[in-house]
């Protein structure tokens, strides 16, 4: 079944005002409102062709992809939990000389904290295996604090 849409553009000028840019009067550029005008009616004859029954986000992901969000661990927190194949994030202070180091390598893969492109990553680890290891995580000042990560299969 096709659903039909109907979109009516309609252009007319402000007496006293000429065309400026798009930065500077959006809502007065015929161009910006042609291409907004088509971009809304291409997501609209998207969106009423489709005849899936199956909810967008379980078919944007793909059959059997499941993302899950990271464990956070805040500046004062000494415990976490995980689960084999999550990821914990580790919010620091400053990222600039900021480590992080474990007693179990056999349980948590480290990365450090990093720039990269314009973005900043905080300090992080996988869990591979269930255990317990200790993440100890070093300030630029040289102070540490450990946090305790219980890791389940």
Known sequence: MFRHLILRVSFRKIPGK??????????????????????????????GCSSSTEPAASSAA???????????VAPDQTQASAKVGNFIVFNVESLAGT?????????LELTQ???EGGAQFNPGAKALAAGVAVVTVTNPDSSTRDVTITIAE
């Open 18 to 47: 000429a065309p400026e840019g798009i930065g500077v009067n959006m809502f007065g550029n015929r161009r910006f409102v042609a291409i907004s005008a088509t971009a809304l009616l291409g997501a609209a004859v998207l969106a």
């Open 62 to 72: 793909g059959a059997g992809t499941e993302v899950i969000a990271p464990i956070m």
């Open 99 to 107: 480590t992080i180091s474990t007693d179990k390598p056999e349980l």
């Open 113 to 115: 904290a990093k720039e």
